[in-house]
């Protein structure tokens, strides 16, 4: 093949430049000294992983134009969310045909700490993890459409999972079939709501199957219980308020509520109705990124959404604690604490264990507001710490009991 067997590539700065990878062939039959093997999903094109200094990448080889759609899609939601696989790469191999399947790939970097669903199922079904997954996927489908995509083929497949404090994060990973609008029509919703519902019932056929259970106790309310949490949420995020001109504290509170939530809030648009006498509230709701943004500009640390949460309580309450309430002794404070509580503790969780530890960091302060509650007084870091590296690093209990049990 010649010279014909360099592809055009287009990637992103800061990444490798993935030239010494045997391009002529199909990545099935790769054989090279960068490919590592990495859980995966149910997938149908091949998805090979790579690993360079600069981390683990995921191929995946597709006909050129989905290639090129997906790629595009990742790069334009990269600025709507945080929860979608970060694009790398475009992979043209112009001596195909471009309709052949080998034609283009994508190269997504390799989302760190995250694993596939299967990772979640307990026996038939989902057991006490059901509920943090019908957040998962329902919040993750919130935020897509808040940005206007619609996705297309939502399954639990195209998605990856990482803990995210006492919850589940969802990722989206596969975005062959989905479209970027300014805004979604409610039929584009529902139809998304639709796919979302039957592509999870063929997953549950599926699970029962794997595990010797009969069809008709598969978990076929999985998909129907994602689009309840997703209506309700939506409802809470889009709601619009109207008050009269001195109940101004109701778009405080209607602002801290979706900050609760996660929600950041991008402009508040405030119209007069009825004359003048009574005002209508709309929200333009931003990503789910309020807590993680915060943490990262006070602190420079990377965190998801809950982690974040949890920490800067952490943090919040090592000022209180220390008496910092000005801003000069907070940002004294918030050095002190990066130094003496956060940095060394997160240092030794990743001497003590695999996995990411700002999650340890958060196992760490909920197993260490245990130990407070039990002795009824405050347990300082380093005995806390030491406490629960002995009992084994225990993460968050599951909140919800397990909904079915098949004996
Ligand atoms: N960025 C990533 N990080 C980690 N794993 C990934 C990433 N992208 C893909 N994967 C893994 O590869 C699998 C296949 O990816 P993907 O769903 O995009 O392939 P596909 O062949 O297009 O799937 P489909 O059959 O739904 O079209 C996923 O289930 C996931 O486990
Ligand atoms: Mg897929």
Redesign the pocket.
């Known amino acids: 093949m010649g010279e014909m067997a360099t592809p055009h590539l287009q990637i992103r700065p800061g990444n490798p430049d993935f030239l010494d990878l045997p391009w002529d062939r199909p990545v099935s039959s790769w054989d090279h000294h960068r490919l590592v093997e990495?859980?995966?999903?149910?997938?149908?094109?091949p998805?090979v992983f790579v690993a360079y200094e600069e981390g683990v990448f995921?191929i995946?080889e597709?006909p050129r134009p989905l290639a090129s759609a997906e790629y595009h899609l990742f790069r334009a939601l990269e600025e709507r969310t945080t929860r979608s696989?970060e694009p790398v790469g475009l992979v043209d191999r112009v001596w195909h045909d471009p309709q052949s399947e080998q034609s283009g790939a994508v190269i997504?970097?390799?989302?760190d700490h995250?694993f596939?669903y299967r990772h979640l199922v307990s026996g038939p079904g989902f057991g006490p993890r059901r509920g943090q997954l019908l957040d998962a996927v329902a919040g993750l489908l919130v935020e897509l459409h808040l940005a206007g995509c619609f996705w297309g083929?939502c399954?639990l497949?195209?998605l990856?999972y990482r803990y995210d404090a006492e919850a589940i994060e969802a990722v989206m990973?596969?975005g062959?079939t989905s479209r970027l609008r300014d805004r979604l029509s409610n039929g584009q919703r529902a139809e998304d709501l639709e796919i979302m519902k039957s592509n999870l019932a063929g997953e549950m056929a599926d699970i029962a199957a794997m595990n010797g259970v009969e069809i008709d106790r598969a978990d076929f309310e999985l998909g129907r219980d994602v689009e309840a949490r997703y209506l309700s949420l939506w409802v809470e995020l889009n709601e619009e308020l109207v008050i009269t001109r001195d109940e101004s504290y109701r778009i405080r509170e209607r602002i801290s509520r979706l900050n609760e939530l996660g929600f950041s809030v991008d402009d508040v648009y405030l119209d007069p109705v009825d004359g003048g006498n009574l005002v209508r509230m709309n929200i333009e709701v931003g990503g789910r990124t309020f807590h993680s943004e915060r943490l990262r500009q006070q602190t420079g640390i990377d965190a998801s959404e809950n982690q974040a949460r949890v920490i800067l309580s952490d943090l919040a309450y090592f000022l209180a604690k220390h008496g910092s309430t000005t801003a000069s002794g907070k940002s004294v404070g918030t050095f002190k604490w990066l130094t003496t509580s956060f940095e060394p503790i997160v240092a030794r969780i990743g001497a003590e264990r695999e996995g990411d530890p700002v999650q340890g960091y958060c196992d760490f302060l909920h197993h260490r507001f245990l130990l407070a509650q039990r002795r009824r007084q405050d347990m300082p870091n380093q005995e806390a710490l030491e406490d629960w590296i002995a009992v084994g690093m225990p993460g968050f209990e599951l909140g919800e009991p397990a909904v079915e049990s098949i004996a």
């Open positions: 990495m859980p995966t999903g149910i997938h149908r094109h998805v995921v995946k597709l696989a997504t970097r390799y989302v995250s596939p083929d399954s497949s195209n990856l990973v596969d062959e």
